[in-house]
T-cell receptor
């Protein structure tokens, strides 16, 4: 079945450092891919998405490119801020019932 | 347009009691998902419902758990005879359509269930 694998956290960075959070997926067909962010005590918010191969999703300085050849959707940001500290979830939507499934999440901690 | 509303935000139940978690989707959304988030773990899919129908319940435990999304009113996740292992955050999400896979799901703030 469909699945998502994320790099394990926590990821600890200094402010203004470059961020990469790896995400790979296994899916039949052509799923849509998403990154969600969860701030402490809150629900998930959509950060960005891509619906077909080679699409690049971007928002708030974050970006991710849908790579079908490597089945990846890595999240990147050129210069992180303390306010980016949160848990980041990679997700895909597809399959027979089109359900949305998530990776295990990666905790990002940005230090001043 | 209010977002996805979940209530209660916090729920405490004694072992053996029943827990009822409610989710009102965004206006115009007819698809609802329930997820469970255990401490230090990711989001685990539980069930996917459309109005009056269960589309996918492959993530639901076989016993004690049930979900419904009636024609009128919120979606309900019901846990009977709760045990300590049921303590978790339960999140609901809604989307306007399942046919278009790119439609994003909007999440509620979750219900944090504590079983004592």
């Amino acid at each position: 079945g469909n699945s998502v694998t994320q790099m394990e956290g926590p990821v600890t960075l200094s402010e203004e450092a470059f961020l990469t959070i790896n995400c790979t997926y296994t899916a039949t067909g052509y799923p849509s891919l998403f990154w969600y962010v969860q701030y402490p005590g809150e629900g998930l918010q959509l950060l960005l998405k891509a619906t077909k191969a080679d699409d690049k999703g971007s928002n708030k300085g974050f970006e991710a490119t849908y790579r079908k050849e490597t089945t990846s959707f890595h999240l990147e940001k050129g210069s992180v801020q303390v306010s980016d500290s949160a848990v980041y979830f990679c997700a895909l939507r597809g399959g027979a019932t089109n359900k949305l499934i998530f990776g295990t999440g990666t905790l990002l901690a940005v230090q001043p | 347009n209010a977002g996805v509303m979940q209530n209660p935000r916090h729920l405490v139940r004694r072992r053996g009691q029943e827990a009822r978690l409610r989710c009102s989707p965004m206006k115009g959304h007819s698809h609802v998902y329930w997820y469970r988030q255990l401490p230090e773990e990711g989001l685990k899919f539980m069930v996917y419902l459309q109005k009056e129908n269960i589309i996918d319940e492959s993530g639901m435990p076989k016993e004690r758990f049930s979900a419904e999304f009636p024609k009128e009113g919120p979606s309900i996740l019901r846990i009977q005879q709760v045990v300590r292992g049921d303590s978790a955050a339960y999140f609901c999400a809604s989307s306007p359509t399942a046919v278009a896979g790119e439609a994003e799901a909007f999440f509620g703030q979750g219900t944090r269930l504590t079983v004592v």
